[in-house]
C-alpha cells in the first residue's frame, strides 16, 4: 500500500481510531499487528509469509540464544539467523547478479556456463525489515537487549507499518519496548505528527513526483541530451530522491507519532554538509549507523590500525552500495563513496566537532549564521561531489553513466536559457509543473536553511490561526491536486 494513495488516506485513519478505541494493549497490539501484514499484503500477498518466516527465524534464535550460555550453542543460533535473512535476500536480490557475473567471469577462462536466471519480483522492504529484524538478534547475542518473549510484540516490531516499507530501519532497543505501554491521544502529539505527515507528503507529491519526470526524460534517454541538461537532470535526481526518501520517512515518522510511536529521525539536512563524512552521518541515518554498529566494529573499526580502518570504512560502503541494488552501477556508486570518506579521514576532513559554547550559552543565531555563509564553499563542493556520485546511481548501465560524465560540460558556453524556459514542455513537464517544482525546491532549501537557525514549526505555530491553517491548506490542496493525476512508488521500494 503506498502512502501517496486513497487507499491509505481511507486505511490510516480508520486504524487510528479503532486503535485509541480499543481499550486494552494486547488488542491494540493485534490490531497493529493484522493492520500491518495487510498493509504489507497490498503489493503481493505470499510475500507476507516471507517477512513471517524472517520473523519466526529470528524469534526463536533470539530465545535459543537466551536460554543456553555456552557459546558455541549461541553461535549457532546466530548462525541460523544469518543465513536464514541474508539468504532469503540474497535469493531473490541477489542470485540473479551473482549468476550472471560467475557466468562473465568464467567466459573469460574459455569456460562454458549457462547461468540460471530466476524471474521473481523483489519482495518490497526485504531489505529494510530483514535489516531490522537482524539487528535484534544481534543485540541479543551480545547480551544487549532480552530476548522478546511475546511472539505478537516480536512480529509487530519486525512488521510495523509506518517504517515497515522503507525505514527507517528501526532498533528493538527504541521501538520493541513501545509495544508495552498504552497510549492515549494526545492532541499536541497528533497535530505535530499531521504537521510532518504533511510536509512529507509535500516533498513527496509536489517536489519528488515532478522532478522525477525530468530525471526520467533525461536519465531513460541520455543519448539525446548533454551539457547543461544533463546538469540539470541530475541535480533534479539529487533533489528527487531526497524528498522521495526523507518525505516517506517524514510520513512514516509523523503517522507512528500519532498514534504515540516515536521512531528516529532518518535525515538532517544533508544537503548542508560541508563534507562527505558529514553528508553520510546525515544521510540515511539509520542505515549508515547500522553499518556501523554491526559491521563496522566487527570488523575492528578504528582499533586495529590506521590502514585496518580505512580499508574497513571502504568495505562499508561497497556494502552499503550493493546494499541498494544488485547492479554494479551502485556498486561503485559505494566505491566511489567509499574513497572519498578515506581521503577525508587521511587530511582529517569531516571530524565530528563538539557545539562551540559562549560564556556558557550556545551560539546565537547570528554567530551560526556567519558560519554557515564561511561554509558555503566546502558545501557547494561536497553538493557537487554528491551529485557526481548520484549519476551511477540513477543510470540504468555503468556505460550509460561513463557515456554521460565526459558530456557534462559540452555547450555550457552556448545553452540558450531563454529557449529552454520558453516551450510549453520542459523536459517531459508543462510550464506550470516545470515552475511548481523548482519553486518548491528553492522553498525547501530556504526552509532548511532557516532550520539552522530557528525551526520553521516552531515559527508556524506562533502565526494567527487564519495564517497558519491558510499554509496547511494550500499544501494539503496541492499535495491532493497533484496526486489525484498519477500515483508514484517510492524509490526505495525497490531497495
Request: glycine share 6%; with cysteine.
Amino acid at each position: 500500500m503506498l502512502f501517496n494513495s486513497l487507499h491509505f488516506l481511507i486505511f490510516y485513519p480508520v486504524v487510528t481510531l479503532v486503535y485509541f478505541l480499543m481499550p486494552t494493549l494486547r488488542v491494540r497490539n493485534i490490531l497493529l499487528l493484522i493492520a500491518s501484514y495487510y498493509f504489507y499484503m497490498q503489493y503481493k500477498p505470499e510475500y507476507g509469509l516471507l517477512m513471517l518466516l524472517s520473523t519466526l527465524i529470528d524469534y526463536f534464535a533470539a530465545l535459543g540464544m537466551s536460554r543456553t550460555n555456552k557459546k558455541t550453542v549461541k553461535n549457532l543460533w546466530l548462525l541460523m539467523s544469518l543465513c536464514g535473512n541474508l539468504g532469503m535476500l540474497f535469493f531473490f536480490k541477489y542470485f540473479n547478479f551473482f549468476n550472471a557475473n560467475v557466468a562473465r567471469l568464467l567466459s573469460y577462462f574459455n569456460v562454458a556456463y549457462q547461468p540460471l536466471s530466476i524471474d521473481v519480483l523483489l519482495p518490497v522492504g526485504i531489505s529494510f525489515y530483514t535489516f531490522q529484524t537482524l539487528s535484534y538478534t544481534i543485540d541479543v547475542y551480545r547480551g544487549d537487549l532480552q530476548a522478546e518473549r511475546d511472539f505478537f510484540d516480536f512480529a509487530l516490531y519486525v512488521s510495523f507499518f509506518p517504517q515497515l516499507v522503507a525505514g527507517p530501519i528501526e532498533r528493538s532497543t527504541n521501538l520493541l519496548h513501545q509495544f508495552k505501554v498504552h497510549h492515549d491521544f494526545d492532541a499536541d502529539r497528533a497535530v505535530s505528527g499531521l504537521r510532518l505527515m504533511v510536509y512529507g507528503f509535500f516533498k513527496k507529491v509536489v517536489i519528488a513526483d515532478r522532478l522525477a519526470v525530468i530525471v526520467n526524460t533525461v536519465y531513460n534517454d541520455p543519448t539525446q541530451y548533454e551539457g547543461v541538461i544533463y546538469i540539470i537532470a541530475t541535480i533534479a535526481f539529487a533533489f528527487q530522491i531526497y524528498c522521495d526518501f526523507s518525505g516517506y520517512s517524514d510520513i512514516a515518522i509523523g503517522s507512528a507519532r500519532i498514534m504515540g510511536f516515536g521512531l528516529m529521525k532518518n535525515f538532517e539536512r544533508p544537503y548542508f554538509s560541508k563534507s562527505v563524512t558529514e553528508f553520510w552521518r546525515r544521510w540515511h541515518i539509520s542505515l549508515s549507523t547500522w553499518f556501523r554498529d554491526y559491521l563496522y566494529i566487527p570488523l575492528g573499526g578504528s582499533k586495529k590500525g590506521y590502514l585496518r580502518t580505512l580499508l574497513n570504512l571502504f568495505i562499508i560502503f561497497l556494502v552499503s552500495g550493493l546494499w541498494h541494488g544488485a547492479s554494479w552501477t551502485f556498486v561503485i556508486w559505494g566505491a566511489l563513496n567509499g574513497i572519498a570518506i578515506i581521503i577525508e579521514r587521511i587530511l582529517g576532513i569531516g571530524k565530528r566537532v563538539k557545539e562551540d559554547k559562549i560564556a556558557g550559552r550556545r551560539k546565537s543565531p547570528a554567530i551560526r549564521f556567519i558560519g554557515g555563509v564561511a561554509g558555503i564553499i566546502p558545501m557547494l563542493l561536497t553538493f557537487a561531489f554528491i551529485n557526481f556520485t548520484w549519476v551511477f546511481f540513477r543510470a540504468r548501465t555503468v556505460s550509460e553513466a561513463l557515456f554521460m560524465l565526459p558530456r557534462f560540460l559540452n555547450g555550457l558556453g552556448t545553452f540558450d536559457l531563454a529557449k529552454f524556459l520558453g516551450t510549453r514542455v520542459i523536459l517531459g513537464l508543462d510550464y506550470w509543473e516545470f515552475f511548481t517544482a523548482v519553486g518548491a525546491v528553492i522553498l525547501l532549501v530556504l526552509l532548511e536553511l532557516a532550520q539552522g537557525v530557528v525551526r520553521p514549526s516552531r515559527v508556524l505555530a506562533r502565526m494567527p490561526s487564519p495564517v497558519r491553517l491558510a499554509v496547511y491548506a494550500f499544501s494539503l490542496s496541492l499535495v491532493i491536486w497533484l496526486s489525484w493525476t498519477e500515483v508514484q512508488t517510492f524509490i526505495y521500494f525497490a531497495f
